[in-house]
């Protein structure tokens, strides 16, 4: 009987190390992509699957204790995954705003047509709505952490959709970015134009000049931008 224990156990520990290393590790080097700092809630999580894993090698310890050990490990690399997925949730719902700082020239609203902002509304509020629905049975401990672990894996692979929309429509973005570029570079020339005609009628020749240094100035900025 106490060998079928060790078994179980040890099935158990290599359950819950090949967890961490399919699935914990990949999510931390994720988040290690953004972090500066390593989150705390994880590093304690890790600690203590660590120091639970630990115990479970120790022979001083009865095959029951062993046994709360490996589960406790479970538990906390369980956690480590949820904290991870919540954390990756969130960099997803900021990927706009950082698009809005990559293009500080578009308006977003203008994208294909205001189309791209119409659908990115959509998929965000799906995302939002199944995670407001994940927190409420988290808050009410109506599953248990392994169904919670999959519910928020569920989330995070959802809002992976933001950002395959956002990368898909780059080219769209880049589009508008580009066709401001053109307006404001006919809307300079324009108006250099108008200019020299003025002076050109008042005989004022080095205005004319100062106005095309001006013109040449402004068409280097907007075509830095």
Not at 14 to 39: A, C, F, G, M
Not at 161 to 185: A, D, G
Not at 202 to 215: E, G, K, P, Y
Request: with cysteine.
């Amino acid at each position: 009987m106490s060998n079928d224990k060790n078994s179980t156990i040890t099935e158990k520990i290599e359950e819950i190390s090949n967890l961490y290393i399919d699935t914990l590790k990949p999510l931390i080097i994720l988040i290690e992509v953004n972090e500066t700092i390593y989150p705390i809630e994880i590093l304690n999580d890790v600690r203590g699957y660590a120091d639970h894993i630990s115990k479970c090698l120790c022979n001083n310890l009865t095959e029951e204790q062993k046994e709360y050990n490996v589960n406790k490990a479970y538990e906390h690399i369980t956690r480590a995954i949820i904290d991870c997925y919540k954390i990756l949730i969130v960099y997803n719902f900021e990927l706009l705003e950082k698009l809005k700082k990559e293009y500080p020239t578009v308006d977003l609203h203008d994208v294909d047509n205001g189309e791209f902002y119409i659908k990115y509304n959509r998929i965000e509020y799906n995302v939002k709505e199944k995670l407001k629905n994940v927190k409420y049975k988290e808050e009410n401990d109506i599953f248990s952490i392994v169904e919670l672990g999959k519910m928020y894996e569920d989330v995070f692979n959802e809002s992976e959709s933001i950002k395959s929309f956002i990368e898909s429509n780059r080219s769209k973005i880049e589009w508008t970015r580009l066709k401001y570029k053109k307006h404001k570079i006919r809307s300079s020339i324009a108006w250099i134009i108008s200019i020299i005609l003025t002076c050109i009628l008042t005989n004022n020749n080095q205005q004319i000049l100062q106005w095309i240094i001006d013109f040449l100035e402004s068409i280097k900025n907007i075509i830095a931008k």
